[in-house]
């Protein structure tokens, strides 16, 4: 009769030992995760989309993508805890982590408290003209009308690096003024500009210019010289594509500009849903895939890198540490980045 009261009682402790573990859990996982984005039509949009519905799909925490006109926009909103999770340009991520050019006035000099999830695929860019322009490469350029006077300073750089890529000046193109990426495809669709601003191969605003007018993303100049006038303006390097699925725009193989894409969280965020949210991405990585086709690129061995630019979160680097990919040089990079903002 003790022994069996003893085991009653044991599993009875069991039972409330395991009760309160998930409570615990439970509790340190915020009920919805949003996630900022740049406007629907960006292939940013299409990555938070994906992390959205993959983290969704196999966590305990429901998510929303909240499309913004980018992190000029939603960064404010990381220290209100109203945003999550980000998608954005490793620039953006270091500015706004070290409180850097429009980030300086927007964070009140502090930086705003963002740590590292995950490097997603690269973002390969390029400006897009329509197919029967007679526009062929940057240098053509001259005297056209571009979109531009962008509204994040990231995507200002990246257009003025691709015109210098190519040895044009601000001055010496007629800008027309757009507010996002999406738009400036979109004013090359009504025949308001000759070339859109920079813009990223997989936009789904892309499909369109092909369907109405062809489509045709203008091919980077890989020669050192080129590469370093483009280089001085926006920080990324020279990308090999080739025509394919989700590559609409790419007539033959070529260069374009390419950058790393992060996701981030607010360094607040728990330790444990930001496991949560690199464990689900990581073993689910071929949902991602499925999403959009150049997600496919997205695999694990992307996720950790020793080029990060801003800190990981510490919720991933113990998921990191579990596969095996947190090193030691890692390690003190993840001291250095911390000790910027000490």
Same mark, same amino acid.
């Given at each position: 009769?003790?022994?069996?009261?003893i085991?009653?009682?044991?599993?009875?402790?069991g039972?409330?030992?395991?009760?309160?573990v998930?409570?615990?859990?439970?509790?340190?996982?915020?009920?919805?995760?949003?996630?900022?984005?740049?406007?629907?039509?960006?292939?940013?949009?299409?990555?938070?989309?994906?992390?959205?519905?993959?983290?969704?799909?196999?966590?305990?925490?429901?998510?929303?993508?909240?499309?913004?006109?980018?992190?000029?926009?939603?960064?404010?909103?990381?220290?209100?805890?109203?945003?999550?999770?980000?998608?954005?340009?490793?620039?953006?991520?270091?500015?706004?982590?070290?409180?850097?050019?429009?980030?300086?006035?927007?964070?009140?000099?502090?930086?705003?408290?963002?740590?590292?999830?995950?490097?997603?695929?690269?973002?390969?860019?390029?400006?897009?003209?329509?197919?029967?322009?007679?526009?062929y490469?940057?240098? *053509? /350029?001259?005297?056209?009308? #571009?979109?531009?006077?962008?509204?994040? %300073?990231?995507l200002?750089?990246?257009? $003025? !690096? &691709?015109?210098?890529?190519?040895?044009?000046?601000?001055?010496?193109?007629?800008?027309?003024?757009?507010?996002?990426?999406?738009?400036?495809?979109?004013?090359?669709?009504?025949?308001?500009?000759?070339?859109?601003?920079?813009?990223?191969?997989?936009?789904?605003?892309?499909?369109?210019?092909?369907?109405?007018?062809?489509?045709?993303?203008?091919?980077?100049?890989?020669?050192?010289?080129?590469?370093?006038?483009?280089?001085?303006?926006?920080?990324?390097?020279?990308?090999?594509?080739?025509?394919?699925?989700?590559?609409?725009?790419?007539?033959?193989?070529?260069?374009?500009?390419?950058?790393?894409?992060?996701?981030?969280?607010?360094?607040?965020?728990?330790?444990e849903?930001?496991?949560?949210?690199?464990?689900?991405?990581?073993?689910?990585?071929? *949902? /991602?895939?499925?999403?959009? #086709?150049?997600?496919?690129?997205?695999t %694990?061995?992307?996720f950790?890198?020793? $080029? !990060? &630019?801003?800190?990981?979160?510490?919720?991933?680097?113990?998921?990191?540490?579990?596969?095996?990919?947190?090193?030691?040089?890692?390690?003190?990079?993840?001291?250095?980045?911390?000790?910027?903002?000490?």
């Amino acid at each position: 009769m003790i022994m069996k009261k003893i085991l009653i009682l044991g599993f009875a402790i069991g039972v409330l030992f395991s009760w309160s573990v998930k409570v615990t859990m439970a509790q340190q996982l915020p009920p919805i995760l949003n996630v900022g984005t740049h406007p629907v039509g960006s292939f940013f949009n299409v990555v938070g989309t994906a992390v959205a519905t993959v983290v969704g799909r196999h966590t305990a925490m429901k998510t929303t993508v909240k499309p913004m006109a980018g992190p000029s926009a939603w960064y404010p909103l990381i220290k209100t805890q109203e945003i999550d999770l980000g998608v954005l340009n490793n620039w953006d991520a270091e500015k706004g982590y070290l409180g850097e050019s429009v980030y300086g006035k927007l964070s009140e000099g502090k930086g705003f408290r963002v740590r590292l999830i995950a490097i997603s695929v690269n973002n390969a860019i390029g400006l897009a003209v329509a197919a029967d322009s007679g526009i062929y490469r940057y240098s *053509d /350029l001259k005297g056209k009308r #571009v979109a531009g006077n962008l509204p994040t %300073p990231s995507l200002q750089l990246q257009t $003025e !690096a &691709l015109l210098l890529n190519g040895g044009v000046s601000w001055s010496e193109i007629k800008v027309i003024p757009v507010s996002s990426v999406a738009e400036g495809v979109k004013v090359v669709i009504e025949g308001r500009s000759d070339s859109s601003a920079t813009c990223t191969i997989g936009m789904p605003i892309i499909e369109e210019l092909q369907a109405k007018k062809g489509a045709r993303i203008l091919p980077l100049d890989p020669s050192p010289e080129a590469v370093k006038r483009t280089k001085e303006k926006f920080p990324g390097y020279p990308f090999k594509v080739t025509p394919g699925p989700g590559k609409t725009g790419v007539e033959k193989e070529q260069y374009l500009w390419a950058y790393d894409i992060y996701l981030i969280g607010r360094e607040d965020l728990p330790d444990e849903a930001a496991y949560q949210v690199v464990k689900a991405l990581w073993e689910n990585h071929k *949902d /991602l895939g499925s999403i959009h #086709v150049l997600l496919k690129d997205w695999t %694990p061995d992307k996720f950790a890198t020793k $080029e !990060a &630019l801003i800190p990981y979160h510490s919720g991933t680097i113990k998921f990191y540490k579990e596969r095996g990919v947190w090193t030691s040089e890692m390690a003190k990079l993840q001291e250095s980045l911390l000790a910027k903002k000490k």
